[in-house]
């Protein structure tokens, strides 16, 4: 048995013949909205390579999204948008897209297991798990989808803001970013909330 299938068999051994692996993408960046995915695999499917999507290549992730996709028993992939990351905060935007993500999968699973140590409010039972991107096959899966989710939403931003460079640092606060921010301002997917002390010193 692989590493990664450990607290899937402690929660099938307690009962759950269903175990999700929840995960979000996008938690950091000054732009975008966060983004969450929910899968549920088959258990014990050896997937070659499945890790952190923090840990691997843009290729590998993306080589890896098809094969989840396709292999999952159920997903389900859901954002909180910029607005709502302003309004509510990260972390419950995050949580909102968790709860979203978990809600559109197909089949109800018995035990929700969560990366991180904060635990989102699901009619579900619900583990945290922290690193559990790189513990839990179904985390590592979220993680992934996630990712890539978001990755390729920001490259389409790209193209509506180029000014911007979103397809090369997917939000994240780099030197570029906020060289372009202090010559062109804000755009409509700007988090205004993670802004405030940036233009406040400008």
């Known amino acids: 048995m692989s590493e990664l299938w450990k607290y899937e068999h ?9 175990v999700c692996g929840v995960d979000e993408a996008g938690r950091g960046p ?8 929910a899968v549920i695999l088959p258990m014990d499917l050896e997937i070659e390579g499945l890790n952190d999507s923090k840990k ?8 890896l999204y098809d094969i989840i996709v396709d292999k999952a028993l159920a997903y389900g992939i859901a954002f909180a948008s910029e607005e709502e990351i302003d309004e509510i905060n990260i972390l419950q935007a995050t949580f909102l897209a968790m709860r979203r993500a978990v809600e559109q999968l197909q ?8 990366d991180g140590n904060r635990e ?12 559990g991107d ?18 390729r939403l920001m490259v389409q931003l790209d193209e509506t803001y180029p000014q911007y460079g979103f397809a090369v640092h997917k939000g ?8 372009a921010l202090r010559e062109h301002g804000m755009c409509p997917c700007h988090r205004k909330t993670f802004l405030k002390k940036f233009y406040a010193n400008i």
């Open 134 to 151: 790189s513990l839990s096959a179904n985390i590592a899966a979220a993680s992934i989808l996630a990712k890539v989710t978001r990755d």
């Open 30 to 37: 000054l732009a975008g909205p966060v983004c969450a995915a």
């Open 56 to 63: 691997l290549t843009e290729k590998r992730r993306e080589a």
């Open 107 to 114: 089949l109800k699973p018995d035990m929700v297991l969560v």
């Open 172 to 179: 994240y606060g780099t030197k570029a970013h906020y060289t």
């Open 10 to 18: 402690i929660y099938a051994e307690q009962g759950c013949k269903l």
């Open 120 to 131: 989102p409010e699901l009619e579900l039972p619900v583990k945290t798990i922290v690193k």
